[in-house]
């Protein structure tokens, strides 16, 4: 199919940050979900550390907000994008951790890149602080539940309606 | 477990950046994969740009490249650590991109953090570069397979040995 | 008081960055001050520095204006911000530094935590610059003096009026 | 007193980052503590928040680690350096929050600015927090309480041996 | 001439974020170029990478357009920009590359030094892939091709029209 | 010739962050150059800017050494380096600006990339602190002009010996 191209090269092959001055500022919201994969042990550590001052989901929280603040500076064509929202929640399973991220912008282009790489970054703290009780914890099912906004309006995963 | 606790956390739940001033410099090397799930059409779109000036790969082997060495500013409670090499490779699949990492120090501490954030990365570029043409692309099975060097010596994922 | 909360934490203690995408784009300033506290010495040597090519206030100043960039990194739940404008200024008294920084948006949040960043930043730039000659060097009173603009409009410190 | 300089400056004044090969690498650490100062209602609402999932003071904490690692940025004419171990912990007053930061390393210079990174980070996350409640809030006394290792040895603050 | 002085220091000499608060926002665009200058060798070495899966310029060129969002790290008193493009192109002569970069905005103001930046660190990064095998490797002519947008409208170099 | 390749790609052209692991710590030092071009209206500013609190030089001074700083995050394939010092020194000529910077380190891998850096993000500031005055100015002749240390010892510019 020839209009079906990757957007993010040109007609060379050659890498861009695409053009999107002519895009409208408007109103995006973006939802996606990842999953850590542990052990029974792990979750109950972490149900525990829910308790008073445990600061263990506290800090996987905090790496996901803060990981969505950092997308261009990890996904290298992405565009600087005023977030004005970001919310990260975790639920804890009987040997997983559904991680879940909401951002919002008032910008130019979709905030998605944003929502995932928070997945990403959670994902990535909640690794690394159940290695020593879990080296075989792994993230899975990263993923876009639903975007808003913008010229394309409502995209919504369909094996999740 | 008594005796099994969150290494990140102290005993009041406080999260902290673990003292390793005691631990031995030594060489070490962690090996972690992941996988982008998406479908044929883009498959062939990235077998098609690996052709002369293609740079959707190498873009995501930058974004993975550089992801490691962003770790501790991705992973909250991660040392600062001396990265002295660095390698993503990617195979294609029918529907999927397997993404592989390998990491190597001559520090104080591993560096599979440094290579799970290297898959994270490179996966979160791909699905940039895809996402036009499968917004429903995702990321799974980001693990370590392997890691070499330090008190604890070799750890293999038994699944994958 | 219940309906006196913590802004920056929902109802169930999760911490998130707010959503802003409702509030008004507008001109917004934020003045902040602190104090360096050292020795006669140390300020007799920051004056003297003060002549032709000397670089110490020069790197306080800097610092304060790369740190007030840096506020979204530095401060976790802070929004990233589009800067219009920031001067950071030095009053030399007789054992202290008063630093003033002033910031300006045109944006949906306030820049007070800019201010207050660019203050922290000069001040342990200056910290860093005396502490072979005084390393009971101090930074205080890091304040707001002032905020204008947005829904709230003016904020001025009552006992600095 | 001619032998008294600035070392962060040359003879003619010019900023550079001084060098430090020939120092010998050994285990360095440093004390440093601030204060943040509100209102009671703020301190109660702190308290609350320690309990169950509050994340206010995880915040500060984590801020005040990721702070330490980000000194190099902030600060100037600071070395980087290969932090081993960041500790960050508050103590609720009657309309305080006292910070004391631990750094660590094994390396060629001290970790004096980076203990004191962390106290002013950890201090502006907690004013970000506050400041929709109490916008007066402020830091005071960021200092050093204690340095060891290196060839100057044991440096410890008169006032509060 | 009494009326033409530095913009970035005040009347004292001090540095300065500009306020650039009252500027309109618009459409602006900047072309910059520059030179890599190596040998004939070198030369042969990347078009023979410019091969199948040949990442060496693809790295030059993501650096090129990751160095253009970090614009505001690196030039100290740079306003932080919603970059809303950036491409990079080169062109391989006998013994060197030219590199061009485009860089766009609908902003405060313009984006000439983020289309230098992306073209300095474009460079950087092809010194850093052929240095071994020429040391001697030089950038050069890193200058503004054109401008457009804003308030002053189009600057052309006059040597390139 | 077969055994002259680019190091920085595998024999698949695939980017990597070669693998310095094996190689010695050792004293290291690298001394780099490059000029700003502009007019003499633009030196005679800069010179008088010279005198007392004069920021211009100092801006362009801290932002070469915290570029030098900054070189594993702009050029890609560059190993996260312990910097142990970096100076960056300025000649105003009639119409130039000499830039000079030397930069130290005791690690595994050479500083040259650090010293170029630090050339670069220098020139870019002057450039961005002249442009108003002189839109035309340019970055000529960014390069090594020596290298000490590690296994392949000194390196030295033949045309500037």
Redesign the interface.
Known sequence: ?GE???????E??????????AKDVS?RRATAA?QLRTTA?VID??RR???????????A???G??????T??????????????????FTLGETTVEITAVT?????TGV??EA??AV??A???L???????D??????????LR?EGGKTGL?S??DEQ
């Open positions: 199919m079906t191209n990757l957007t993010h090269v040109d060379s092959g050659a890498a861009r940050m695409v053009d999107v001055s109103a990842g042990e550590l972490l550390d829910g308790l008073p001052k445990g600061d263990a989901l506290a800090v929280r905090i790496a907000i803060m990981g969505a603040k950092k261009p500076d990890i996904v290298p064509l992405c565009h600087p994008i005023a977030l004005t929202g970001v919310t990260v929640d919002r912008t008032t910008d130019r998605e890149m995932l790489t990403a970054a994902g990535l703290a690794v690394d602080m159940v290695k020593a009780v080296p075989a914890a792994s993230i899975s099912d990263v993923r876009v975007k995209w995963r369909e």
